[in-house]
Each structure stands twice: as C-alpha cells, then as structure tokens.
C-alpha cells in the first residue's frame, strides 16, 4: 500500500510534526508539511535544517543525503484570506496542498473537534484510498474518525518525542480500522526503521496508561512526607535502574503536559482512582511552574540555585522503588488483561518509548508474581484506598505461578 513514492502529508509543524516530517523525509518520501501558523512550517523546515546539519558535522551524516532530505520536504503557508481567524480555527490550512499525498498525518493541538474538523476536510480532498493518521496521545482514535467519510482509512500513528530519536510508533486502530490499513501501516513504521507496536484504542494507548504510577505514586510518597523530590529521584535512578527519576522527568516533559495528560486518562477511564491526579502538580502548574522550559518545577533550574542533596538511604529507598515498581507492573499487568496489547508489545513500548530499564511483565516474571501482589495488597491495607486494587491477572499468575513473558 505504501512505499517510497508515496507522499507523506503532515499538519502541525510544532515539535512533532516537524520530527515526523523529517523521519519520512529521511526515509525517502516526498514531503508536504503546513501548519495554521503563518511562518510555522518554514521555522520548521528550517529547525530540520539545522539538525541534520548537526548530524552531519558529528559525521553521522554526508552533506548529499541532508541536501536529498531538505529537498524532499515542501512547506505550505495557510491562506492568506484567514489569517486573521487562525487563533480562532487551529485547523486552517491549505487542505488542498495534501492531494496528491498517500499518506496525511496530523500533529496538530490536542482538541477533538478542532482534528475532526481537519480531517473531514482531508477526507474531501485527498484520494478515496489515502490513510488518515492521527499523532494523538490522549484522545480517542474513534472519537476523531466519527466525523469523517470513510473513516476506515482512519488510524492512530503516536509517534514519540523527539521522532526523530526515539523509535516507538503506537499504531493504533479504533473499531472501524480496515485491518489493511493497520497491517500497511505497521509495514511502513517498519520501513522507517521505527519500533511499531499495535494496541487497542483505549485511553492513553500503552505508555501514557501504563507509565501513570511512574508520576502518580512519586507524588503519593513526596506528598505524605516519606521521601522528597530529590530522594525519590535518586532512588528510582540509582536502585531501580530507571534512566531518570519521576520528578526531573516531569520538569523536562512539562507539569502543564504531564497533568494535563493525567487529567485526560483520568477523565476518560470514569475517574478509575489508579490514575487520579495530584493537587501538587496542579498547584505547580496553576503557578507557572512548568518544569525546565519555565525555570522552575519541583526543581529550581535558575541560575545559582543548588541542587537539592538526596538521602541516600538504600533499604528506605529499596521500599521507594518496591512500591512505585509494583504499581507500574499490576498497570501492564492489567492493561494485558483488557486486551491493550499483546505482552510482547507491552514490553516492548516501556522499553523503547520511555526508556525504562526493562519490560514491566518480563520484571514481574523475574520478581514473582506472588512479590509484587504482596506490596499492592499491603499498599491497600495500610492505605484503604481502591489505586492499590491489584489486577484480577495478578492474582491468578500468584496462585498459579504463571510467567507473562516465558
């Protein structure tokens, strides 16, 4: 269905669209890229510009290819005629620029009516038999084909930030997805040397459901005063391998990301206690206090001001890493259970898209069951609260000694 002679369409030219436009540029497509914006998509083209001339002088890359690739990238300016009205409608864009395209992919704000809106006009536009993609990381994949024809061409394609390094792709068909879209489009990830995963169009896909704890206990123990941001950090880092702690992880995404996420999984799930927010990172964020990009988030990122010194405690820290580690494994456990995704791809997405030291199901297997079902029944008991509810999946591997991934 797709190959290299395929033009690749892409709406949005923040961050992500930017990246995704420079993957299937590097990978040999012709590319459209516009954004509502005035101005947006030839920053863009020129950000990309400046990133392959960065791989280039590391000598990762020779000056012909990032010639070939810039050359491949065509950016479209929005109308003149609605310039005026583009803080109002984020979806204006010259729709009639992606008709030639196979392939169309929207990076654009994380709003269900204003995707929809875009892609019942894509659908106008484009051929009978083009793929219409969505970069959604929180909204039902459904929800934004409702409104478009043909919506069996409609498919969610997560790539994560930045594209152009991290190589998982959660492709994610909704009900209604033609299986050959689904398969041709774990084909082409394929071919953009991606690690494409297929899950089911549930709230936060795989990693922005499973990884929830991550943020979400961190928060629980600093707020109940067992450990601060700085120990936690340290604990999960030093002792449980991850590559960074929860709470520098949420000041380099964004508190304003990062809860807003949480909020949305949340909501979506009916208020499932697992996942509900936490009025610290909202105080954070009503403040201003977005992380790295704003200076200051649980950390202090300005000029002069000191590091916080962790307690380097490994037997209170060893309880830190046991307690967040159990929440995240009954999440994959359970996400097994409700039919997300295969146990392979579970895994496989922890591991690429979040870089965490090893798959979730593949630890419960080396820990044991019966381990981690003892911290969450303990967790519930101490606390009284339904978060600690270990998955029904969980219980019966304890009882029958079962493994997830052997």
Same mark, same amino acid.
């Given at each position: 269905?797709?190959?290299?002679?395929?033009?690749?369409?892409?709406?949005?030219?923040?961050?992500?669209?930017?990246?995704?436009? &420079?993957?299937?540029?590097? +990978?040999?497509?012709?590319?459209?890229?516009?954004?509502?914006?005035?101005?947006?998509?030839?920053?863009?083209?020129?950000?990309?510009?400046?990133?392959?001339?960065? $791989?280039?002088?590391?000598?990762?890359? %020779?000056?012909?290819?990032?010639?070939?690739?810039?050359?491949?990238?065509?950016?479209?300016?929005?109308?003149?005629?609605?310039?005026?009205?583009?803080?109002? !409608?984020?979806?204006?864009?010259?729709?009639?620029?992606?008709? !030639?395209?196979?392939?169309?992919?929207?990076?654009?704000?994380?709003?269900?009516?204003?995707?929809?809106?875009?892609?019942?006009?894509?659908?106008?536009?484009? +051929?009978? %038999?083009?793929? $219409?993609?969505?970069?959604?990381?929180?909204?039902?994949?459904?929800?934004?084909?409702?409104?478009?024809?043909?919506?069996?061409?409609?498919?969610?394609?997560?790539?994560?930030?930045?594209?152009?390094?991290?190589?998982?792709?959660?492709?994610?068909?909704?009900?209604?997805?033609?299986?050959?879209?689904?398969?041709?489009?774990?084909?082409? /990830?394929?071919?953009? #040397?991606?690690?494409?995963?297929?899950?089911?169009?549930?709230?936060?896909?795989?990693?922005?459901?499973?990884?929830?704890?991550?943020?979400?206990?961190?928060?629980?123990?600093?707020?109940?005063?067992?450990?601060?941001?700085?120990?936690?950090?340290? @604990? /999960?880092?030093?002792?449980?391998?991850?590559? /960074?702690?929860?709470?520098?992880?949420?000041?380099?995404?964004?508190?304003?990301?990062?809860?807003?996420?949480?909020?949305?999984?949340?909501?979506?799930?009916?208020?499932? *206690?697992?996942?509900?927010?936490?009025?610290? &990172? &909202?105080?954070?964020?009503?403040?201003?206090?977005?992380?790295?990009?704003?200076?200051?988030?649980?950390?202090?990122?300005? =000029?002069?001001?000191?590091? *916080?010194?962790?307690?380097?405690?490994?037997?209170?820290?060893?309880?830190?890493? %046991?307690?967040?580690?159990? /929440?995240?494994?009954?999440?994959?456990?359970?996400?097994?259970?409700?039919?997300?995704?295969?146990?392979?791809?579970? =895994?496989?997405?922890?591991?690429?898209?979040?870089?965490?030291? #090893?798959?979730?199901?593949?630890?419960?297997?080396?820990?044991?069951?019966?381990?981690?079902?003892?911290?969450?029944?303990?967790?519930?008991?101490?606390?009284?609260?339904?978060?600690?509810?270990?998955?029904?999946?969980?219980?019966?591997? @304890?009882?029958?000694?079962?493994?997830?991934?052997?």
């Amino acid at each position: 269905m797709f190959d290299v002679s395929t033009t690749v369409g892409v709406v949005g030219a923040g961050a992500m669209g930017r990246g995704i436009a &420079q993957v299937a540029a590097a +990978a040999g497509h012709a590319v459209v890229l516009a954004d509502a914006r005035p101005s947006a998509a030839a920053e863009a083209h020129a950000t990309i510009a400046g990133a392959l001339a960065g $791989l280039v002088t590391k000598g990762k890359l %020779d000056a012909a290819t990032r010639d070939a690739t810039l050359g491949r990238i065509a950016v479209v300016e929005p109308p003149a005629a609605g310039r005026a009205t583009i803080e109002a !409608r984020t979806t204006l864009v010259d729709v009639g620029a992606f008709a !030639r395209c196979g392939l169309v992919i929207e990076a654009i704000v994380e709003d269900r009516a204003a995707k929809r809106d875009l892609f019942a006009r894509l659908a106008a536009t484009v +051929a009978d %038999d083009a793929v $219409l993609a969505t970069n959604t990381s929180s909204l039902s994949v459904a929800a934004i084909a409702a409104g478009c024809p043909a919506a069996a061409r409609v498919i969610g394609l997560h790539f994560f930030n930045p594209p152009p390094l991290l190589p998982l792709v959660e492709v994610v068909p909704w009900a209604g997805t033609s299986p050959h879209v689904r398969d041709a489009c774990l084909a082409l /990830m394929a071919a953009w #040397k991606k690690t494409p995963v297929c899950c089911s169009d549930t709230p936060g896909f795989i990693v922005n459901r499973v990884a929830r704890p991550f943020y979400g206990e961190a928060l629980r123990i600093a707020e109940e005063g067992t450990a601060d941001y700085a120990t936690i950090d340290w @604990a /999960m880092r030093t002792i449980g391998g991850f590559r /960074m702690g929860p709470f520098e992880l949420m000041d380099f995404i964004g508190n304003d990301v990062n809860f807003a996420v949480t909020r949305s999984i949340y909501e979506a799930f009916f208020f499932e *206690p697992r996942y509900r927010p936490s009025l610290t &990172q &909202q105080a954070l964020v009503a403040s201003g206090f977005f992380g790295r990009k704003s200076g200051h988030g649980y950390y202090d990122y300005r =000029d002069g001001a000191p590091a *916080p010194e962790p307690t380097r405690d490994e037997a209170a820290g060893a309880v830190i890493v %046991d307690r967040i580690r159990a /929440m995240l494994i009954n999440e994959a456990v359970d996400a097994l259970r409700l039919g997300v995704a295969s146990a392979e791809a579970i =895994d496989t997405a922890m591991v690429a898209g979040v870089n965490y030291p #090893k798959g979730l199901l593949a630890w419960c297997d080396e820990l044991g069951a019966g381990a981690v079902l003892a911290t969450l029944e303990g967790l519930r008991a101490e606390y009284g609260e339904e978060r600690y509810r270990p998955s029904p999946l969980l219980r019966q591997a @304890a009882r029958d000694r079962r493994s997830f991934r052997s």
